[in-house]
């Protein structure tokens, strides 16, 4: 979905811990946070422990907009944690920025979360008695409200707040004194264990971050464990039992960074593989296959090695769209699709094509690409979408429209191909996809191709409806 503004499936949040006395944490922690940067982009934040006192800089913005060299150096210790944001539930504030800290025991505990929880309503009735009110508009502060008011080690208090949290998670703790990851039963969100030469060790959302700050990856954090990680040792507690793990299916698809790996997997080689799968489902004659920049590019070279029709570079991204504060004017963002697309005319003319992107969500962004692409020359084009249709949103995570907005949970094939203009339009099978990642179904959330939930969703789950447009 190489996709502006309003159809674009936006990613998640993406979090960093570190533990690595003696080295510049914070600064660690900045490069982490830099390298996930692509996870959200709403706001930025890292919380340090140094000595007793944990201390908090967040804000609104781009990593490297929230920190400059000063600030880095003003946040020392020996332990972080890190978070980007895309306000998938709660406004786009200051007081949604993430760490968000409370009173914990005479100190304070941080944390940063990724995903969505389903049980927002039940959990607030835990904390209403709370002296201290909750500012944020967000699940993550909820989680953290709730380890406010368990005793013991923040170990302890993670294993027992754990049990009560339904949807996902994965999330980085801090307290004076402890540094502790989790991951919800079924593993929706990545998270990662990675050791620094040396001593140190450290959890990213990606194993991308563990490559920009020099650390080596030792394992995925499991489904239902938390982890309390010190200088030399991961302590691992099995928090609640294991379930069958259900790995974001989008992440492979779309959301992960092509240069990361999940569950040991190259996201790059996925990716290249849902696009020889994709030739061999839905062939077609012509001269050039391009991929929409970046996310389709892995899968449209492997449909033309697999097909033996020459990949070309045909299309131009410009890779700062979206990540400015400026608002293109309303008849730029009518055409969203040129603020981020230029086609190079001289290879596009006169060709037929082969056009292939990672999803479609509204439609309305192809049915731009395909009037760009025709008025750069091109004599046909044929769509292949390298993942199934997206008939059903997410309650996990990610920002995805209700689901009367997504064009395919109320159009055939044909008909969305007739709607965006494309010459033909296919789409990658369900099979075809879990054969391109060779692992089975039941090791995926698939729910936003199939409506089949792993974890309940809420009882009036807006974003499921039809007859409103509404948006959850
Ligand atoms: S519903 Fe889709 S986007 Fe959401 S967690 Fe499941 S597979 Fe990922």
Known sequence: MSAPFEDALHEECGVVGIVAPGRDVSRLAFFALHALQHRGQESAGIAVSDDGHVMVQRDLGLVSTVFDDPALRGLTGGSAIGHVRYSTTGANKWDNAQPVTRNRGGGIVALGHNGNLTNTDELRTLVADDPDPLLATTDSELIAALLAREPGSLLDAVCAVMPKLVGAYSAVALSDSELVAFRDAHGVR?????????????????????????????????????????????????????????????????????????????????????????????????????????????????????????????????????????????????????????????????????????????????????????????????????????????????????????????????????????????????????????LPASRFCRACFTGEYPIPVPDTPLKLRFEQPVRA
């Open 190 to 438: 990545p998270l990662v264990l990675g050791r620094f030469e040396g001593g140190g060790l450290c959890v990213a959302s990606e194993t991308c971050a563990l490559d920009q700050v020099g650390a080596t990856y030792v394992r995925d954090i499991r489904p239902g464990e938390a982890v309390r990680i010190t200088e030399r040792d991961a302590e691992s507690r099995q928090a609640l039992p294991a379930a069958e793990p259900r790995l974001c299916v989008f992440e492979s698809i779309y959301f992960a960074r092509p240069d990361s790996r999940l569950e040991g997997s190259s996201v790059w080689g996925q990716r290249r593989a849902m696009g020889v799968q994709l030739a061999h489902e839905a062939p077609v004659e012509a001269d050039l296959v391009v991929g929409l920049p970046d996310s389709g590019t892995p899968a449209a070279i492997g449909y033309a090695q697999e097909s033996g029709i020459p990949y070309a570079e045909a299309v131009v991204r410009n890779r700062y769209v979206g990540r400015s504060f400026i608002q293109p004017d309303q008849e730029l963002r009518r055409n969203g699709v040129k603020l981020k697309f230029n086609p190079l005319r001289e290879i596009i003319d006169g060709r037929r094509l082969i056009v292939v992107d990672d999803s479609i969500v509204r439609g309305n962004t192809t049915q731009q690409v395909v009037a760009m692409l025709r008025e750069a020359g091109a004599s046909e084009i044929h769509m292949r979408i390298s993942s199934p249709p997206l008939a059903w949103p997410c309650f996990y995570g990610i920002d995805m429209p209700s689901r009367n907005e997504l064009v395919a949970s109320s159009m055939t094939v044909e008909e969305i191909a007739r709607m965006t203009g494309a010459t033909t339009l296919a789409y990658l099978s369900l099979d075809g996809l879990q054969r391109a990642l060779g």
